[in-house]
């Protein structure tokens, strides 16, 4: 089980970007299907994104395809995830996750980072 850590959450304008970063230690990361998740206040934790081995595939949420772009470096053992066109309804807090199942429900993820926070002005 490899622990993660978050940064690059912070305040950004619509339309503007931002980077996340999830650095994961111990545990064999090239192994691992990386995601991003999301939770704004008051609502369910929702998927936005995940990667698996090798970056063979990637997957999005409607609501971000076309602006988000997941990627992994596997020499560093960390995950991105580059946010364009940002919206003030991307405001949310921003979590990384892995797992060995690809889903997109929040369950059978094995590891979780601590969360960042995202939050876009109008």
């Known amino acids: 089980q490899v622990h993660l850590v978050e940064s690059g959450g912070g305040l950004a304008q619509a339309g503007g970007s931002l980077r996340l970063s999830c650095a994961a230690f111990?545990?064999?990361?090239?192994?691992?299907?990386m995601g991003w998740f999301r939770q704004a206040p008051g609502k369910e934790r929702e998927f936005v994104a995940s990667i698996t081995w090798a970056s063979i595939n990637d997957h999005y949420a409607d609501s971000v395809k076309g602006r988000f772009s997941i990627s992994r470096d596997d020499a560093k053992n960390t995950v991105y995830l580059q946010m364009n066109g940002l919206k003030a309804e991307d405001t949310a807090v921003y979590y990384c996750?892995?797992?060995?199942?690809?889903?997109?429900?929040?369950?059978?993820?094995?590891?979780w980072g601590q969360g960042t926070q995202v939050t876009v002005s109008s």
């Open positions: 111990g545990g064999s990361f090239s192994s691992y299907i």
């Open positions: 996750a892995g797992g060995k199942i690809l889903t997109t429900t929040d369950t059978n993820w094995n590891s």
